[in-house]
């Protein structure tokens, strides 16, 4: 039965429909809404590796644009 409700859940229309992430900057009146995929096709994308990451405790890896530079465009 349970494999039932799942297989009915997964098959569900709209379940993959899941919009992209977005950021939003916003300076005084201009407002600018950047998707991840653009973000990290950005030439000022950095990646930062962290030994120990505080959280997960583990060596970790992410990519991160100057938020600054973001909001100059």
């Known amino acids: 039965m349970r494999v039932i409700a799942l297989l009915c859940l997964f098959l569900s229309p709209g379940f993959g429909l899941a919009e992209e992430p977005t950021m939003t900057v916003t300076v005084g009146d201009q407002t ?14 950095a990646t930062i590796q ?3 990451d505080i959280t997960y405790r583990v060596p970790m890896t992410y ?4 938020v600054a530079s973001c909001s100059k465009e």
């Open 32 to 45: 600018r809404i950047f998707t991840r995929d653009q973000l990290l096709a950005r030439p000022d994308a």
């Open 50 to 52: 962290v030994p120990r």
């Open 63 to 66: 990519r991160a644009v100057p």
